[in-house]
């Protein structure tokens, strides 16, 4: 069906451009829309159209494969217990060697902009996995380069052992340990009732804080 663009001072044939004001017979119209040149436009019209519509998905569908690299890249790093920051040092690596190595930034944007949703994603299937479980919990406190205190606790559920949370405190006593325990507990939907074994070393205010927590 032939398509008219209407103005105030005139009508013209969309496609084309023509002015068709004038114009008294349908016959006219018919045989410029037989016509090579009408042919030629339509054609490039539509083929234009065609590019715009096949660039968004194609667009779309480049920036997740650029996502899902990057994703897998910082998995890889996270299992392997690779520090994010010596991403920097291997990107001429990547880009000399790797195809589509231009997909990998640099590790602060990386640490800003996908270490979340990894981490997230990290997060939600622990949480499947050991939420309301009768786990094995096991907790150790140590320090780290900047003296601060560091608290590991594992969980153990049907041979499945993972780190679930690693928490950075400037002290530690009882009370703070207690607090840590039940956070924990509550992310997991765990009722003090349900852990099955409590793991630590032997120092006075762990057995402090698990004997207080578990006796309410």
């Known amino acids: 069906m032939a398509k008219f663009k209407v103005t105030s001072d005139y009508t013209s044939y969309g496609i084309c451009h023509h002015d068709v004001t004038a114009v008294k017979q349908k016959s006219v119209v018919d045989n410029h829309c037989k016509s090579q040149k009408h042919i030629s436009n339509v ?22 494969f650029k996502k899902q690299v990057i994703e897998d890249l910082l998995e890889a790093f996270v299992i392997a217990d690779i520090s994010l920051e010596k991403v920097n040092s291997l990107l001429s690596f990547f880009k000399k060697h790797l195809k589509n190595s231009g997909s990998i930034l640099q590790a602060s944007t990386l640490w800003q902009i996908y270490l979340p949703d990894v981490f997230n994603k990290h997060y939600q299937f622990l949480k499947l996995l050991f939420d309301s479980k009768p786990v094995a919990i096991i907790m150790d406190e140590t320090t780290d380069n900047c ?18 949370f690693v928490n950075f405190l400037e002290r530690v006593n009882n009370a703070i340990m207690g607090q840590t325990f039940m956070i924990i507990l509550t992310h997991f939907n765990i009722s003090f009732n349900l852990p099955r074994l409590f793991l630590s070393d032997s120092a006075t205010y762990i057995k402090k804080c698990y004997q207080e927590y578990t006796c309410h």
């Open 147 to 164: 003296t601060r205190s560091v608290v590991n606790t594992i969980f153990t559920y049907q041979n499945k052992t993972k780190l679930v």
């Open 43 to 64: 054609n490039s019209h539509n083929n234009e159209k065609n590019k715009i519509q096949l660039t968004l998905p194609a667009t779309q569908t480049v920036a997740n």
